[in-house]
C-alpha cells in the first residue's frame, strides 16, 4: 500500500524531526508529538466521541509511532497519511472494546458549537436552519461506522478519495462508495428544504 504527499514543506518538516528522532534526539521526539497529537485526538474524537478514550488512541498511536519510525518509507508518501491509517485502526480495537456514542454534526466537524446561519438573515431561516441542523445530527446517527470513518475523513480532515482508500486500507473505488452511500442516507432523511439550507450555509 502506497502513501500520497500532501504538503511537500510540511513532509519535509516531518522527515527532518524523524531523523533526529531515529539519532536519539529527545528533543525531536517531543517536537514530534506537539505537531501531530493535536490532530490525532481531533481525528480519534470524530470517531469515537469520548474524550479519555480518545486520548487513549493519543498514546496508542504515538507510543507505535515512535517504536516504529524505522517502518515509514518516505519514498511511499505521506506521514501524515501513515498516522491516519495508524489512527483509525486504533479508533476501530476501541469501538470493538466498548460501545460508543453515536456521531453529532459538532463533534464531526470539530466545532465547540452548532453551526448557524448568517446573523443577516430573518429570524425565520435562523429557525429553519437550526432544524435542519438537528435533522442532520439525527441522520449522521444513523451512520455505520464504515460510512461515518469516510464522512470524517472526507469532510473533517480534507483527504483525497486516493488518500481515505490509503488509510481505510481498501480501494479507491470503495472509498467513493462509502461516501456515495453516506451522502445516500442522509438525503433519504433530509427534506430537500433541509438539504438547500445546509448548501448554502455549509461554509458559513
Known sequence: MAYSARDPNEE???????????????AAYEALYNAVAGDI?????????????????????????????HHFDPSRGSFRTWL?????????????????????????????????????????????WRSACESLERALGTLSPRLREAVVLRYGQGLTYREMAEVLDCPQKT???RVRLAHEALRNVLSEVELGLLEEFGSA
Open 41 to 69: 485526538y481531533r481525528l480519534a474524537y470524530s470517531l469515537l466521541l469520548h474524550p479519555q478514550d480518545s486520548e487513549d488512541v493519543v498514546q496508542e498511536v504515538m507510543v507505535y509511532v515512535f517504536r516504529s519510525l
Open 12 to 26: 519535509l518538516a516531518f522527515h527532518a524531526l524523524i531523523a533526529r528522532c531515529q539519532e536519539g534526539d529527545q
Open 175 to 177: 472509498a467513493e462508495s
Open 84 to 128: 491516519y491509517t495508524i489512527t483509525v485502526s486504533r479508533c476501530r480495537n476501541a469501538r470493538r472494546r466498548k460501545w460508543l456514542p453515536t456521531v453529532t454534526l459538532s463533534s464531526l466537524l470539530g466545532m465547540s458549537s452548532e453551526p448557524r446561519a448568517p446573523s443577516s438573515h430573518s429570524p425565520e431561516v435562523a429557525v429553519a
